[in-house]
């Protein structure tokens, strides 16, 4: 199987003109691209830099974004994409906790992380894509600073060929963890070439595509825009998102084909005037990172009626696990699915047996796109990647999957359907509730545009549920509706305790989810 770096190069040789990478500065053709990347490459292998060595990112989304990544490939390093958005903090955990060798990022971002990169001592070299440091900031520094173009010219030489496999770790992406910590999920050349080779099968990617990446590159999804791209040959568009109206300027102005997001943007992308010549050039749009909601995937159909709506299930842990066939949305609207090319997904009880049609379990993925597990961290390692029962008498070694965490059930058709987080289910009064049935009704009312149900320390009930809403209209009126809303479609220990509502946006983590745990922590104190 090829390394990722390989998606590029491979592809730059057979196709060397066409454009590979767009974003609102540069527009680069696959040689270019490649050619570009090679010298950094280089670079980077003159500085020292060796087999597994972390290199992180921490730049806006833009080509020397993807340069960096498909660069540090190419060294033999491992590539840290760090999501644009984390703070300072944030930065120097995921610094420290994968011991970096490099950081790239600019000079801008650079000034804000003095004090942690001073306190990263692996830290060897800082490179600056643009901008400078001031002589008094790189005396607080113990790395040596460099520029881009004084790493990336075009008199280094080619970069000499790493010795990988495909089981070589390629890439370490950082997620929210339980602890408040991210934690980083290792991923090897083969997880990542299987899951672009695997998404790009089933959407069916070509090299007339022109895919449009809005979510972060840290995250597993938003990294596949660049790597199905790549392994295709489509053109990807590079957009750092501000307002939704930038969405359908860009569509409209590069005949877009293709638009991967998460509920929260997919209902603001919903809310803008979408017309022929916007929106007729997409063939296909996709939903992961959570439900999305019936109403929403009915205004989004609307929108692009000539697009097929593909709604997939994936976990960092395993890149991509399931996708719905558009043929089977109108039959199965609330489905995740079934298993993506070269992937098993099984439902298992604690015991590791598996479940009866309908009997509600865990979702358990097998194949090559189970990763290596969490970077420096054992214990929980141990946790979530654990054997299943062989499949054949006689194999000696127990096959590691990943145990997601992830309540599902599969109908006697072999479709599955998300039930609920293991650790976001309420239990009130004895019974468990998952919040994504409560906020399904929310939706269903049309009341509002947002809903997050949450289990709140209760004294009699164990947990009561609050239910959060985001509406601009008058906030009591529709607390009072949501409420009897739900008390008309659920049974009483599923209807909230009470409700808040506000006129703004619900906060969302840096993967654009809502952020549950920071909602959880602020309300911790509601019913006391």
């Not at 009866?356 to 097998?366: F, K, M, S, W």
């Amino acid at each position: 199987m090829p390394l990722f770096h390989h998606m590029l190069t491979t592809t730059a040789a057979r196709q060397p003109t066409r454009m590979a990478l767009i974003d609102k500065k540069q527009r680069l053709t696959y040689a270019d691209l490649a050619r570009k990347t090679a010298h950094i490459a280089a670079g980077l292998q003159s500085l020292g830099i060796k087999r597994h060595q972390r290199i992180a990112v921490f730049l806006p989304k833009q080509v020397e974004t993807v340069s960096s990544l498909f660069a540090a490939s190419m060294a033999g390093g491992v590539f840290v994409p760090i999501n644009p958005v984390l703070k300072a903090a944030q930065v120097g955990h995921i610094l420290s906790d994968c011991n970096a060798s490099v950081l790239v990022t600019n000079a801008a971002r650079a000034q804000q992380l003095i004090e942690v990169m001073a306190e990263t001592e692996s830290l060897r070299y800082l490179l600056l894509t643009e901008g400078e440091l001031d002589p008094a900031q790189r005396q607080q520094l113990h790395c040596d600073v460099i520029s881009w173009d004084q790493l990336g010219t075009d008199s280094n030489p080619l970069p000499t060929i790493a010795a990988a496999t495909e089981h070589d770790m390629a890439a370490i992406l950082y997620t929210s963890g339980s602890t408040g910590k991210p934690k980083g999920v290792v991923l090897s050349h083969r997880n990542l070439v299987a899951g672009a080779q695997s998404v790009a099968s089933y959407i069916g990617n070509h090299a007339d595509d022109r895919i449009l990446a809005v979510l972060p590159l840290s995250f597993d999804a938003g990294l596949s825009q660049v790597s199905t791209a790549f392994v295709s040959g489509a053109s990807c568009y590079l957009l750092d998102y501000l307002l939704p109206n930038d969405v359908l300027k860009i569509v409209r102005a590069e005949q877009i084909t293709g638009i991967t997001a998460v509920p929260p943007l997919w209902h603001q992308i919903a809310g803008l005037k979408w017309d022929q010549a916007s929106a007729g050039s997409l063939r296909y749009f996709a939903n992961t990172g959570g439900h999305m909601p019936r109403p929403l995937l009915t205004r989004l159909r609307e929108a692009f009626p000539a697009a097929k709506p593909y709604l997939m299930y994936g976990l960092t842990e395993a890149f991509r696990s399931t996708y719905l066939d558009p043929a089977e949305v109108d039959r199965r609207p609330d489905s995740i699915g079934k298993a993506i090319p070269n992937a098993e997904i099984l439902v298992l009880r604690d015991d590791g047996s598996e479940c009866e049609a309908n009997e509600v379990g865990e979702l358990v993925h097998r194949g090559p796109l189970v990763s290596q597990g969490y970077w420096n961290d054992a214990e929980r390692t141990a946790q979530r990647f654990r054997p299943i029962r062989k499949a054949a008498y006689g194999l000696v070694f127990d096959e590691l999957a990943v145990w997601s965490g992830d309540r599902v059930r599969k109908d006697p058709d072999g479709f599955l359907y998300f039930v609920g987080r293991q650790d976001e289910m309420i239990k009130t009064s004895g019974y468990r509730v998952s919040p994504s049935e409560v906020e399904e009704v929310v939706y269903q009312s049309g009341l509002a545009g947002e809903a997050v149900a949450l289990g709140i320390a209760h004294q009699t009930l164990g947990q009561a549920i609050l239910l959060l809403a985001s509406c601009p209209e008058s906030a009591q009126d529709v607390a009072v509706q949501l409420i009897a809303a739900c008390r008309n479609s659920l049974p009483n220990f599923m209807v909230p305790l009470a409700c808040e509502v506000s006129p703004h946006p619900l906060p969302r983590n840096p993967n654009g989810k809502f952020d549950r745990k920071l909602l959880t922590d602020h309300y911790a104190e509601y019913f006391k």
